[in-house]
Structure formats: C-alpha cells, structure tokens
C-alpha cells in the first residue's frame, strides 16, 4: 500500500511520513519511509559539487543519468556511495532545489526510482507531486498545508539556515511560486486528497489527524480486522483508559501560551461564556466577543493566554483566536488567489480604506475599485464587496493592499460565460437599461451587458432610443442572438408581439392607395409608416408629376399624415415601394393633344439659363426656348440678354416629348425662315448687294436682304497679288454700301460668305463678253482700253 503526502516545504511532511512509517497499526503492516525530496537535494548537491548551475539543464539532466543514488529502508540517502543525507539541508541546496526538480526529465529519473522503491512494499512518501504524478491511485493521499509565516517560523528554529527569518520567508513565496507553476508535477491539491492546514496545529495533532483517517479508510478496506477489536475489548479497556489518560497528559504538556485551541461550550451567563479546552479548569470569556450568543456544546477556537493565573484559571481569548484566524484565512487567500469581502468605510489619498475584519483594514487604489472611472468616489463608501488581495507585506511591514476591479472582471465573465452556457435564443430575461447610443441601448444583465438595438425595440419606426426606454428602467427583454466567442448578445422587445409583415399580403396590395405617417426625411426620398411595423419609401421621383422636387422637405414634413399608392413591396427583404403623384392624375397623360406642335401661345417667362429660358405654360407645366430658337439670323450666347424673367413672349411650340416630360419652345418659328428664302434666290456666285454690318481682323460682316450676314475674308477684298489685305481692310466702314457674289452658301448650318474679289472679277468677265458682242455686231462704241481703263477706276482705294 502507498500512504501518498504532498505539499510545500515547511508544513511538516517529513516528520509525519516517518511517524506513520514507525506506527504499528497502519493496514498491511509495516512501512517504508521515502522522502522524494531528498532526492532531488542528492541530485543539486552532486550537481553543485560538480560546478554545474541549476539553470544549465543539459548538464543537469546528464548528472542525473549517471549519477548512483539509493534509498535506504531508514530513510538514508547515498549518493555514489556516500551517505549525503546529513548534507541535504543547506541554504545553497535550498536555494537551487527548486529550479532543478523543475525540470521535466530529472523529475521523470526521481519518479521512477521512488516508483522501484516502493515496488512490493508498503511505503509513505512525500513529496510535491507524489498524489498528483508519480502514485495517482495511491490508497491514502494526503495535502499538507501551512501560512507562509508559519513555515518561515519552522524553517527559522530548525537552525539549520544562515538565513534571517524575511530572507527564510521570501525564499519559501519563491519556492512556492516555481513549485506552482512547474511544466509537469507542479504543485496542487489533487481531487480526494484529504487537505489538512497544520498552520496552528502541533506534530502530534497532524499525526492523529492522519492516523485516524488512515485506520478508518483501512478499515472500510477490510485491512484491519474489525473481530479481533471485538474479542479483546474487554481484556483491553483498561489499557485504553491508561493510554488516554497518558495522551491527556501528554496534550497538556504540549500546550502553549498563545496557542490556538479547540474549546467547547460548557456553560452561558449573561455576561461570561465558560470554555473547556480540556486542562483542569475552565476558560470564561466576554460574552461581549460573540457577534451572537453561543449555545452550550457550541464548538469556540480561542488563543491560551495563560494556562494557569495566580487563582488557577486558565485565561482564553477568543478575540485574539479571530484574529488569528482571521490572518490565517487571509494568508491563505493571497497564496490561493481567492477573494475576501470586505467594507469600504472612508476615502483616503489615492483610494479607499477597506474594512477586512479582525481589526484589519487594507488600503483600496481608486483605480483599482470599480471596472469604469470613477466620477464620484463618495458613492463607494459602505460598501460591502468581495476584494483579492494584492499584497500583504511591504519591507517586512504589514501593508495590505486590495483590488476590487480583478474581481468585478472576473466576477463579470463568470457571470457572462453561466449566461452563455444555460440561456437559450428565445428566453425571457431581466435587465437594467445601463446606457444609450444612436444605435441602441445597453441593457445591465447582471454585470455584463447585452445590446437592444434600435430595430429590436419596436416593429415600427423608432427614431429615439429614449422614446421607448429609460435608463435605470428595469425591462423584460428576449434573447434573439448570441455569440460566445465576440461576447456578444442581442436583446429584443418587438419579439414579444407578431411580426406584422406575417399577415401583409393579406391587408395590402399593389396599386392600393393607403394612408400613412412620415417618420423620416433623407435626401433620397420619405420614410412612411403605414401601421406599426411597416414602413415603407417613397422616393423623390415619386412625389410630383409636375414639380422637380430637390429636398423632401419642400412637400413633406415629419409626421405628416398623406396617402399615397403601394408600387410594389418585397415581403421577405420587409421593402415597401410607395408613391405620393400616383394618388392624382397625371398632367402629362394628353399634353401632346393639348399643345400640338405648331401651336401660338403668348406666355411668361419664369427662369432664364445660360442655355435658354423657361416658360409656363400652365401650373406645374413649363416648356424651354432653347437659345438657338430664339432668332434665325442672330446668334445668341446670352439669353438673358433677349429676354428677362416675368416678360410675356410670344412662341411657338415645336416639339412634344410626353415620356421624357418636355416642351420644346422657339420664337424664331414665329417668322419665315430667311435662310430658306435667300437660299433658293441665292446661289453660289450670284451677285448680291448689301452692307458693311461690322469689321474684324481677319475680314468685315456683310448684312445682304433677310438680315442675313455673312463673312468677306479680307483676302476676298481685292484682286492682285500687289494689294495688301490688312490695307484694304482699312479702306471699308461700318454701313458702307458694298457689292459682292455669294462665295459659299449652307443655309442649314445658317452659314453664308462672300467675296468682293470674286464680285468684280464677274464684273469685267461680264463687259468683256459684252464688249465682244457688241464688236461683233459693229454696235461697240468702246474700245478695249476703255474697259480696262473702267476696271482700274472701279479698284477699292482709287
């Protein structure tokens, strides 16, 4: 059988597992004691007599594989024969023993000789790992515990450290925290392991404690046998009685001034409470020290002040067992990272004062005191609250400090990660409205939040938040999502009514005019409910047949209450398509009829742009005169400058497009087309008379009938190669009568020019053939030199 012991170091495991290993009545017999700590001490000695340093594994793990160590049935360790076991207990050994049993395959060299030993025996080892690692499946496990100041004050009066007792007890917190946190066999109470806290309990009070629990399993396992007690009980009785009287007498030696015992109620006045701790005479305390009033057999931890006053009382405290205790419990919730409660009772610099217990107060950074900043600190105080505690010495002094925020955090994301594990999508839940966005508002759940979306608040438009919550408000929400892995929760009230669009095929349909209210303007149109739930959009094409609508605002306003057509609705995407012109008739159904081309009309001109002007021809219906209507011989680059805003013109209408919603206007159809007229007198090369209309740089304008003008380049001005153009250019003024044929005509491209040169050259072709006529019928009355001295008289600038 294997009686398994682990723990860390200065809680008395070494001593216990060698009394129960000389105990005659342990199940199956006798016992071998194995210490595996001392293993591991043989190995960092060799280790350190070699030169090798506990961080070199390497060179460690190869000392431990050719290393010779045995284990002796006394509990002797030899180390390549030689009895190291008086050597295994030094500061420069407990200061590396730690690091080298931390590593894996040395630990896994140890575990196996300890395994070999107790192959075929009944052993009790201890050690770190003994219940967790190395026997698993022993019978009897055991974890033994202690403070830290406890196992510091043990180390301390062995006397085998140089070391002060802070040097012994920062040691020990450095141990304990390599020992916790090894890769394989770190430190750990293993489930089932019976957990005993020897802090104020002496050898002898662990040893019982142990024994009893070993012969009692044992004995539930059949290895003692129950009979034999039967049959010598009476034989035995008395030598029981003697041995309790001599283990009575033995406890009475064993206690000590300020040792904390076990008493038991005997007796209640109403001012004194009379304690048994088993010595000859009673304690009596200050009923004034119970926060409520035992009951006699109650069971009372108390400190012996003194075992024996000048009148033969024994003196108890159970005040000072508080305290004590309550420093027990505290140390061992900073070792175990387990939280305390504790009250916050008043500000101080930095923080708060926290009420512990016990007279014990600790200090509070402020912030370190609640998850989010902390705008008023006053609201803190009285506080009841559950703390971990940060630290409990500074500079070998007592300097508590606490932190409240860890255990929100934590207390939080338990909380969050139970409502992920048990909450189903669908289920009902209570919460506080903590907060608003523009999005929503965040719901209290108990520490953590969830998130009420703005859609999720109502099957209707919900423009604010607040309108429908408010904060501090406590509500009944549904969950309708969830995701563990972003945390995330999604929180309903809509969910808790039908979704109206279940039944929309049913009350509407296509080309139905209904009623609704405008809930929301955006600059593409209007949002209109038509009841609870069922919103849908009229876009700004949709408003008017007639007007051009730039901004909703200029029909709609929020809250308007309007009737409008359904155009068309998608129920699974929850889109209605709705329309505000339908509900009257359109004004553009007929129009062609009403305004054929063709049509006179004398109307106002309401809005003139650089390409031409509006005008109205009835409410809501305008027509456009394009600039280039305006007149037939003018070209017109300013429209403003033929016309103004408000003047009544008169127009024709010359095109009607009913689809794209336009009226084409033009002034200039009022007349004949003098394009038209003058091409069918004109042609090319005919001669034509007219006047200088303007001049230019690079010719003159000629006005010719019609009002017609047309371009002579002033290369087109003379003939001779001798004459200088720009000269000639000078020779000419605005209104001079001028004579010129036409050079080039395109009268629907209304352009048109003409030459002087080409004019006088026709000219003298003209009398020369004339000239030639008359000579042949002998009617000439000129010469030749008569009409070339004509043609140089007739030259420009003569």
């Known amino acids: 059988m294997v009686i398994a012991i682990d723990g860390p170091a200065g809680t008395g495991k070494s001593t216990i597992a060698k009394m129960l290993a000389e105990a005659a009545d342990l199940p199956g017999g006798k016992y071998v004691y194995v210490n595996s700590g001392n293993l591991y001490r043989a190995i960092t000695l060799g280790c350190l007599r070699a030169g090798i340093g506990a961080g070199d594994e ?128 770190s430190l750990r109470i293993e489930p089932g392991a019976v957990y005993v806290d020897t802090s104020d309990l002496t050898i002898t009070q662990v040893y019982e404690t142990l024994i009893r629990q070993v012969q009692k399993k044992g004995k539930s396992m059949g290895n003692i046998d129950d009979s034999e007690d039967i049959k010598t009980a009476d034989s035995t ?75 033969g009382e024994v003196i108890v405290s159970k005040q000072k067992a508080d305290v004590k205790i ?87 994301e338990r909380k969050r990660q139970e409502f992920f ?21 965040f719901v209290d759940l108990g520490g953590f939040d969830g998130l009420l979306h703005i859609n999720d608040m109502s099957w209707g438009h919900v423009t604010r938040p607040r309108d429908f919550v408010k904060k501090g408000q406590e509500i009944k929400l549904k969950l309708i999502r969830i995701d563990p892995d972003e945390k995330r929760i999604n929180l309903s009230l809509k969910h808790f009514s039908e979704d109206p669009w279940v039944h929309f095929n049913e009350k509407y349909h296509v080309n139905d ?89 004398t109307r106002k001109v309401v809005k003139i ?22 007149s037939w011989t003018k070209k017109v680059k300013r429209p403003g400058s033929e016309l103004e805003a408000g003047q009544d013109v008169e127009v024709m209408v010359i095109a009607v497009e009913p689809e794209n919603r336009n009226i084409k206007l033009g002034i200039k159809q009022l007349e004949e087309d003098p394009w038209k007229s003058f091409a069918e007198t004109y042609r090319p090369g005919s001669p034509v008379e007219g006047e200088v209309a303007s001049i230019t740089d690079f010719g003159i304008f000629m006005k010719v009938p019609g009002g017609i003008e047309g371009l002579i380049h002033k290369t087109n001005l003379v003939e001779g190669r ?17 004579n010129a044929v036409v050079l080039e005509l395109q009268s629907d491209k209304q352009k048109v020019s003409f030459s002087i040169k080409d004019y006088e050259k026709k000219v003298h072709r003209d009398e020369i053939s004339r000239y030639m006529a008359e000579e042949e019928t002998g009617e000439s009355t000129f010469t030749l030199g008569d009409v070339l001295k004509s043609k140089q008289d007739n030259s420009p600038g003569e």
């Open 722 to 738: 001798d004459t200088n153009p720009d000269e000639a250019l000078k020779k000419f003024q605005v209104g001079d009568k001028i």
């Open 237 to 311: 009785e008395s030598a029981i009685q003697t041995q309790l009287q001599e283990e009575y007498l033995k406890t009475m030696e064993q206690l000590e001034e300020g040792q904390l015992v076990n008493g038991t109620v005997i007796q209640v006045t109403p001012d004194q409470v009379f304690i048994d701790v088993g010595y000859k005479s009673e304690g009596k305390i200050p009923i004034a020290e119970f926060e409520t009033a035992p009951v006699v057999g109650d069971e009372v931890q108390v400190i012996l002040v003194t075992k024996e006053n000048k009148y």
């Open 421 to 441: 594990d048990t909450t189903e999508i669908g289920a009902e839940v209570t919460g506080v409205v903590k907060s608003f966005t523009s999005f929503g508002a």
């Open 609 to 630: 742009t650089n390409a031409g002007a509006f005008i109205e021809l009835e409410e809501g219906i305008d027509g456009f005169l394009h600039g280039d209507d305006i």
């Open 58 to 185: 390497e060179a460690a793990l190869a000392y431990a594989r050719g290393a010779d160590i045995a284990y002796r049935e006394d509990g002797a360790v030899s180390l390549n024969g030689e009895d190291v076991s008086p050597l295994l207990h030094t500061d420069e050994i407990d200061g590396s023993v730690a690091r080298l049993s931390s590593i894996v395959p040395i630990r896994h060299i140890v575990n196996s000789l300890v395994r070999r030993v107790a192959r075929g025996v009944n052993v009790v080892v201890e050690g770190r790992d003994m219940t967790s690692v190395v026997f698993p499946d022993a019978e009897f496990r055991f974890y033994l515990d202690a403070s830290v100041d406890a196992r510091a004050g043990r180390r301390h009066a062995q006397g085998v450290s140089e070391r002060s007792l802070p040097e012994i007890r920062s040691a020990i917190v450095e141990r304990d925290e390599i020992d916790r946190n090894k890769d394989e066999g």
């Open 326 to 412: 309550f420093w027990k419990k505290l140390r061992q919730a900073f070792q175990d990272h387990s939280p305390v409660e504790g009250t916050i009772t008043r500000q101080v610099k930095g923080g708060y004062d926290v009420f512990l217990g016990g007279d014990v107060h600790a200090f509070l950074p402020i912030s370190q005191s609640d998850v989010q900043k902390v705008e008023k600190a006053e609201k803190f105080l009285g506080l009841k609250s559950m703390f971990y505690v940060e630290r409990l010495y500074s500079e070998n002094k007592i300097n508590i400090v606490v932190n409240r925020r860890r255990w929100l955090d934590e207390e939080t």
């Open 513 to 601: 005019i209904v009623k609704g209210r405008v809930t929301k303007l955006t600059d593409f149109g209007a949002f209109i409910e038509l009841e609870e739930g069922i919103e849908g959009l009229a876009h700004i094409s949709e408003f008017s047949w007639i007007k051009k609508i730039q901004k909703p605002g200029e029909l709609l306003s929020l809250g308007d209450e309007v009737e409008c057509m359904i155009l068309g609705y998608d129920i699974q995407a929850e889109r209605v398509s709705l329309g505000l012109k339908q509900v009257a008739a359109n004004p553009w159904t007929g129009i062609a009829e009403k305004y054929p081309v063709g049509t006179r009309l």
